[in-house]
T-cell receptor, first 112, second 111 residues
Framework: SQTIHQWPATLVQPVGSPLSLECTVEGTSNPNLYWYRQAAGRGLQLLFYSVGIGQISSEVPQNLSASRPQDRQFILSSKKLLLSDSGFYLC???????????FGPGTRLTVL | QKEVEQNSGPLSVPEGAIASLNCTYSDRGSQSFFWYRQYSGKSPELIMFIYSNGDKEDGRFTAQLNKASQYVSLLIRDSQPSDSATYLCAVRADSWGKLQFGAGTQVVVTP
């Protein structure tokens, strides 16, 4: 069966510090991968998606970036965090050609 | 701008009653529709998906799709306190599999 992991689970960072969040998927090959952000009391905003290694599409302009160095690894990064980057970061995967997306446990980021 | 709209609630439902949640979408070309349940502080969990007009039942859950009217609904029968959560409606936006989410409806089941 497929499993998706995210770490860390929670993170408190000062403004201006760098960020690296990691997501890995087990039990499947060549998944589509997605990064979402959910601000407090709001819906999910798609940040990035990837259909293969090294292929990243950005949905919204921001100070975040994503990379996919391996087939089942997806990384979200920032060089300098802003207060507005606080939120619940969710990684999701779907099978190639499949419709359903499955979410990881998420990382709760607080920028102070 | 493609939009997915949901009533934010909270929707208060007595235990054992039917909870009815609605979702409308703006992109007439949308083909796939999903309902996720999200408990407070947790990540969303897929509970239903529907692709064709009509009803789809899975246990106590029924999803209903009407593409002509551009709405999708979720019925929860015999509501239990454990059904208290926020329910997110999602619509597949394009061929890459991107989903457009509504802001969610909070459901509170009262004993």
């Amino acid at each position: 069966s497929q499993t998706i992991h995210q770490w860390p689970a929670t993170l408190v960072q000062p403004v201006g510090s760098p960020l690296s969040l990691e997501c890995t998927v087990e039990g499947t090959s060549n998944p589509n991968l997605y990064w979402y952000r959910q601000a407090a009391g709001r819906g999910l905003q798609l940040l990035f998606y990837s259909v293969g290694i090294g292929q990243i599409s950005s949905e919204v302009p921001q100070n975040l970036s994503a990379s996919r160095p391996q087939d089942r690894q997806f990384i979200l990064s920032s060089k300098k965090l802003l207060l507005s980057d606080s939120g619940f970061y969710l990684c999701a995967w779907s099978g190639q050609g499949a419709n359903e997306q499955f979410f990881g446990p998420g990382t709760r980021l607080t920028v102070l | 701008q493609k939009e997915v709209e949901q009533n934010s609630g909270p929707l208060s439902v007595p235990e054992g009653a039917i909870a009815s949640l609605n979702c409308t979408y703006s992109d007439r070309g949308s083909q796939s529709f999903f309902w996720y349940r999200q408990y407070s502080g947790k990540s969303p969990e897929l509970i239903m998906f529907i692709y064709s007009n009509g009803d789809k039942e899975d246990g106590r859950f029924t999803a209903q799709l009407n593409k002509a009217s551009q709405y999708v609904s979720l019925l929860i029968r015999d509501s239990q306190p454990s059904d208290s959560a926020t329910y997110l409606c999602a619509v597949r936006a394009d061929s890459w599999g991107k989903l457009q989410f509504g802001a969610g409806t909070q459901v509170v089941v009262t004993p």
